[in-house]
């Protein structure tokens, strides 16, 4: 395991979601399972209580706790993207396993995680700073899944294409 872990908290589903993250991005697996010695608050002897995985080689693991705690947009993973089509792959394989749209290329799997899919060209505007990245701002602002033409287009200082 490594040193600095980020551990994730879910109901019940640690393995599941563990499966999908490792199905849907690169550098990403499924490592030890461990189960409840005994008898704990948020369940049984011997159901999955810890999974160790990796999403994009960073080392998780997912604690099943029980219905607590839940998770909120305080914390989110942030993929960046190549091109539109690696975008629409992960945005689609989140909203369409369970999870919701949100904003600003913002999107929910079906635990509750919250998963920023953004496009290196859109990080690349806004560390240009002034008026590139006002542009780049102000046209990811009017977006739900983020449209690479369109952020390509308000770098530019063109009028989005038709």
Known sequence: MAKNTICLWYDHEAQEAANFYAQTFPDSGVGAIHHAPSDYPGGKADAVLVVEFTVCGVACVGLNGGPTFRHNEAFS?????????ETDRY???IVSHGGTESACGWCKDRWGISWQITPRVLTDAMAQGGEVARRAFAAMMEMGKIDVALIEAAVRGEAAPS
Request: aromatic share 16%.
């Open 77 to 85: 993973f942030q993929i960046s993207t190549e091109d539109q089509e």
């Open 91 to 93: 945005w689609n394989a």
